[in-house]
């Protein structure tokens, strides 16, 4: 399967393939990277992937109703629906959603934990961090300077972060470029910079756990 | 709200048209224009309170209302506020002078955990407009930090605001703590956050779930409107 290029999965997502499988993941358009790159290196030819628009990570309010629509959607057409999701801002309703649909969903609060595991991730408290991943690295402009306005009104940035003090990168990927980018993030706002490598974390425990 | 407003000199306007144009500046975050609006209606000799609810409060709940309608976004809504907040900076000392009606007292912070304070500051401020005084907890409370606070203050009101749904449960871990203390019916609790909803706020033991800063105004007014009503009564 074809990776679509970052701004299909911001905007539109990605349809699941014409081809029905065993189980369909309906995910965040986000991860649709990070899951094809699991799915293809553990050879799981019976998943398949349906991704929502990723930019719903800026209006969770409207994640559930986007996730209740896909899975009455393509439930009919899958012996398993697997949500790959975390609770992203949706106060748990997501996960009751999930559970009334009696369809299961990724553990943790967001992306940014389960990378990292989601043991390791609350052990370290970390309140004063701001965390982008490969995805929202190379989309950084699109979910974070235009959303806020940063880039009309740069006088706001300490209004949105002033209470923050780094911001940290969480690599699912070894690649020198999107670590500058990374860096240069942190200096857009004015942030202290952290690298941490983190692999696909409890993303590829959980889909393991489906296949 | 157009570029013929770099023409408009102020003080040539009569009460009304400066008012109207209060409002405008105000949904266009024009900061020193609010300020010079409000020395404007000084040396007119208006009351600060009036100002402040006239053409300060007036032109926010314009500014709230496309918020709420989806026609403003929070970049607009930051500027407003931050433009309001220039104009409350030279009222505030005047409104503590002419002894304002004060409507009630709020403790207001962020829960432990959490550092978002954008919600909570514009609450806070829309609060002041509307005649509360606000104590400012700032970031991060823990349970002691809301109870020093309503120790010290007295308020009438707790607000408790957070983003992150990792966070929200610690309202809970407070309001038990009131409960636990004996001290839960001493207080108006009401809290606010995106991740939050009303399902939430009842599960929690809250007062009231308050979706953004008018409805908090709205909702603390009435709160407040029900606990005269009952010392009346009583």
Redesign the interface.
């Known amino acids: 399967m074809t990776t679509p290029d970052d701004a299909t999965l911001r905007d539109d997502g990605l349809a699941p393939p014409r081809d029905v499988g065993r189980v369909l993941l309906i995910a965040c358009g986000a991860l649709a990277r990070e899951i094809l790159a699991v799915k293809e290196s553990r050879g799981w030819e019976h998943m398949a992937l349906a991704c929502l628009p990723a930019i719903l990570h800026n209006t969770p309010d409207k994640i559930v109703p986007a996730v209740r629509a896909a899975v009455a959607k393509h439930k009919a057409s899958y012996d398993k629906i697997f949500v790959v999701y975390a609770d992203c801002g949706t106060g748990g309703q997501l996960k009751a959603a999930c559970d009334e649909m009696g369809v299961e969903m990724v553990e943790g609060p967001h992306c940014y934990s389960f990378y990292e595991g989601n043991a390791a991730f609350a052990a370290r408290e970390e309140v004063t961090s701001f965390f982008l991943t490969d995805f929202l690295c190379r989309q950084f402009d699109a979910f974070v300077v235009k959303p806020l306005g940063l880039d009309r009104h740069p006088e706001l940035r300490d209004m949105y972060f002033g209470n923050y003090e780094k911001l940290v990168y969480q690599a699912q990927i070894r690649d020198p470029a999107l670590e500058d980018k990374a860096k240069a993030c942190a200096d857009y706002l004015g942030l202290a910079y952290e690298y941490r490598f983190t692999g696909y974390g409890d993303l590829e425990t959980a889909l393991a756990a489906q296949a | 709200m157009s570029d013929e407003e770099d023409d408009i000199i102020l003080s040539e306007l009569n009460d009304e048209e400066l008012v109207a144009q209060m409002f405008d500046d105000l949904y266009d ?1 024009l900061k020193e224009e609010i300020e010079e609006g409000v020395e404007i209606l000084l040396e007119r000799k208006w009351e600060p309170y009036d100002i402040l609810t006239k053409a300060l409060v007036g032109g926010m709940t314009i500014v709230g209302n496309d918020f709420r309608d989806g026609i403003l ?4 809504v ?2 407003a506020a ?1 433009a309001m907040k220039g104009g409350m900076a030279i009222l505030k000392p005047l409104l503590i002078e002419t002894g304002a009606p004060r409507v009630g007292k709020m403790v207001i912070g962020t829960v432990k ?6 919600g909570k500051n514009l609450v806070g401020m829309m609060m002041e407009g509307a005649g509360f005084e606000v104590v400012d907890l700032g ?2 409370n823990s349970v002691e930090s809301y109870f020093e606070a309503m120790e010290a203050e007295n308020p009438d009101i707790l607000g408790m605001s957070a983003l ?3 966070t ?1 449960p610690y309202m809970k871990v407070v309001i038990d703590t009131m409960v636990e203390k004996g001290v839960r019916d001493n207080y108006t609790v009401l809290v606010g956050g ?4 009303e399902e ?1 706020g009842k599960a929690i033991g809250a007062d009231a779930y308050c979706r953004d800063a008018a409805v908090a105004v709205e909702t603390a007014k009435d709160f407040m409107a029900r606990k005269h009503n009952q010392l009346a009564a009583g």
């Open positions: 975050g976004f929070v970049p607009e930051l500027l931050n955990g959490d550092i978002h304070d954008i970031i991060n992150l749904t990792t929200m995106a991740p939050l909803n939430f």
